[in-house]
């Protein structure tokens, strides 16, 4: 069996990282996995950039043209929202040429394929839903949105007033190319996912499989909390609130100002310190009596993990999320995760077991669900839950007999 993995990056974000632990994992499992990106920062020999000159013209024009047509929208909701409408016969070429038996999509950028290349994918292809875009009308997150059940227009994520705007058409074009497109499997990381994918009019007659995203344990388990906390200059008898993720500062999907909110509920403002991790801002700031100190971006796994480990909670604040790839890092790492009661989190979180599931955007039950985790000692129970459901070997296993079908 012969995997092509393809993905715009091969370690920023969390699709990225998710296909990167499939790809691991399938090479300790003796299968022939080669992954393909457009940008790439590891260095590692089974790892293809798309590095052609046309690639990278198509892929910048792509993004500047999509820029451009999403820009008459002035009052969006934010720019995650794709379209993919350029020539793609170089990467179809590139397909056939490293000849693989599986095309395992995750996360596409801007001039890589159009939709109408996958149609010309001859070998089996499998997408994992690592987010709504292939059948939505562009945009990655939905939010409370249910247009794609019918075929979007008037679109809520680009406050558009229009019938016919750019998401009916580019609905249009994936309905066209996909509807009936039997060459196309789709996994998805949570149940969620799954439901809202057979639930759209693209999809609605195909059957989703739930494969949730994978974690190495051996590299993502919990140091000594007393040592973390010390790496980080803080004494051990001071609690430690994480939260964070990617482009944390930026995305409103993510749910900082959520977080943000919920502090001034919070009782205890001594003995505790509260790190953010994810942003382009560094250092201290005093907010509503609480330290809160930025980290930045982090790129480094072993730094990640310090991190986790050093934390006495996690807060994942996000309104929407396909699975919670932070959550199952913070808990492998021993720590307990608060988030709202929403999407893909509910399949790793359990209330009051191994964290805190508050009520969906309430800030004042985050706040509590933050004071509960902090009183009572769940970490066994959220190492448990990650060894148990999402480690490597148990997930791999059943994404080798999906490919099998």
């Not at 003796?30 to 790892?47: A, E, F, G, R």
């Not at 395992?104 to 890589?112: K, V």
């Not at 890092?329 to 720590?335: F, L, P, R, T, V």
């Not at 839950?385 to 490597?392: A, L, P, Q, R």
Request: aromatic share 14%.
């Amino acid at each position: 069996m012969k995997v092509l993995h393809i993905c715009y990056t091969d370690n920023i974000g969390g699709a990225a990282k998710a296909a990167l632990r499939f790809h691991y994992a399938l090479k300790k499992n003796s299968i022939d996995t080669t992954m393909l990106v457009y940008k790439k920062t590891l260095n590692d020999p089974s790892i293809i950039e798309m590095s052609s000159f046309a690639e990278k013209i198509f892929a910048y024009l792509g993004f500047y043209f999509q820029r451009f047509l999403i820009s008459f929208f002035k009052k969006r909701k934010g720019s995650d929202f794709s379209i993919m409408c350029f020539p793609d016969k170089g990467l179809v070429r590139k397909i056939n040429k490293l000849n693989p038996d599986i095309v395992h999509f995750h996360y596409l950028g801007p001039g890589i394929i159009s939709i109408k290349g996958l149609s010309l994918i001859k070998q089996k292809i499998v997408w994992t839903l690592h987010d709504s875009f292939i059948f939505t009308g562009g945009c990655h997150t939905t939010y409370d949105c249910l247009g794609y059940q019918n075929s979007c227009g008037a679109c809520n994520y680009l406050n558009s007033e229009k019938e016919n705007d750019i998401s009916k058409k580019l609905w249009k074009k994936k309905f066209k190319y996909l509807h009936d497109y039997g060459n196309i499997n789709l996994t998805a990381p949570s149940n969620w996912m799954k439901i809202c994918a057979e639930s759209s009019s693209i999809f609605k007659n195909k059957n989703v499989t739930c494969i949730p995203n994978l974690i190495d344990t051996e590299i993502y388990t919990a140091k000594s909390k007393v040592d973390s906390k010390s790496f980080f200059g803080i004494s051990s008898d001071v609690k430690i609130i994480t939260t964070g993720g990617s482009n944390f500062e930026f995305d409103a999907n993510k749910g900082m100002m959520l977080f943000l909110d919920s502090l001034q509920y919070l009782d205890n403002k001594n003995n505790v310190e509260i790190f953010i991790f994810g942003t382009k801002k560094e250092g201290r700031e005093i907010f509503k009596g609480f330290t809160l100190r930025y980290l930045g971006y982090i790129g480094s796994q072993d730094l990640l993990v310090s991190l986790f480990s050093a934390s006495d909670v996690v807060v994942v604040p996000s309104k929407q999320e396909s699975f919670g790839q932070v959550a199952i890092e913070a808990m492998a790492c021993g720590s307990p995760v608060v988030a709202f009661n929403t999407s893909g989190l509910k399949d790793i979180l359990e209330h009051k077991v191994n964290g805190y599931l508050a009520q969906t955007f309430d800030v004042q039950d985050l706040a509590k669900g933050i004071q509960f985790v902090l009183s009572n000692d769940l970490s066994e129970n959220a190492f448990k839950t990650v060894s148990f459901k999402f480690s490597e070997n148990i997930v791999v296993n059943n994404l080798i007999e999906f490919y099998k079908i």
